[in-house]
T-cell receptor
Framework: GDSVTQMEGPVTLSEEAFLTINCTYT??????LFWYVQYPGEGLQLLLK?????DKGSNKGFEATYRKETTSFHLEKGSVQVSDSAVYFC????????????FGTGTSLTVIP | DTEVTQTPKHLVMGMTNKKSLKCEQH?????MYWYKQKAKKPPELMFV???????INESVPSRFSPECPNSSLLNLHLHALQPEDSALYLC??????????????FGPGTRLTVL
């Protein structure tokens, strides 16, 4: 079945460091891929998405490219800030059904000044 | 505007109480979802309503009873809960298309504690 495998955390970085959080998926066809961010005590916020191969989603300095050949959707940011400290979830919406999301396990990021 | 609202923000209840969680969206979305999230875990899908009809029930115990009174509102009625039901309950909505590009938008959640 469809699934998402996400890089284990927690991740601790210094401010202005480069961030990569790995996400790979297993799915048939062409799913849509998403990154959500959850700040402490809050719900999930959509960070970015990509709906077809080679699409690049971007928002607030974060980027992720839908790579069909490597079944990956890694999240990157060139220079993290303390305010980026949160839990990041990779998610997949299958190609052949609606209303169903598969989430990765989440990666906790802490950015220290 | 991509806002989903949830009330209450926090809820403490005993195992014999009956309470309800409320979710509202005014984006014209036709699919609404309930998720349960335990600490340091991803959300787990509980129920999906599509066009006000229950379309997915992920084998949730009957002490959780969803209701969709109209296309903007989603309730979750709680009765005789157990302490292990303590969690963050998240509501989400999406346009309701059946394709993979349907994006879910989440509310801030209700933090439920069962004593």
């Amino acid at each position: 079945g469809d699934s998402v495998t996400q890089m284990e955390g927690p991740v601790t970085l210094s401010e202005e460091a480069f961030l990569t959080i790995n996400c790979t998926y297993t799915a048939t066809g062409y799913p849509s891929l998403f990154w959500y961010v959850q700040y402490p005590g809050e719900g999930l916020q959509l960070l970015l998405k990509a709906t077809k191969a080679d699409d690049k989603g971007s928002n607030k300095g974060f980027e992720a490219t839908y790579r069909k050949e490597t079944t990956s959707f890694h999240l990157e940011k060139g220079s993290v800030q303390v305010s980026d400290s949160a839990v990041y979830f990779c998610a997949l919406s299958p190609a052949n059904t609606g209303n169903q999301f598969y989430f990765g396990t989440g990666t906790s990021l802490t950015v220290i000044p | 505007d991509t806002e989903v609202t949830q009330t209450p923000k926090h809820l403490v209840m005993g195992m014999t109480n009956k309470k309800s969680l409320k979710c509202e969206q005014h984006m014209g979305h036709r699919a609404m979802y309930w998720y349960k999230q335990k600490a340091k875990k991803p959300p787990e899908l509980m129920f999906v309503y599509s066009y006000e009809k229950l379309s997915i029930n992920e084998s949730v115990p009957s002490r959780f009873s969803p209701e969709c009174p109209n296309s903007s509102l989603l309730n979750l009625h709680l009765h005789a809960l157990q302490p292990e039901d303590s969690a963050l309950y998240l509501c989400a909505s999406s346009q309701g298309g059946m394709g993979p590009t349907d994006t879910q938008y989440f509310g801030p959640g209700t933090r439920l504690t069962v004593l």
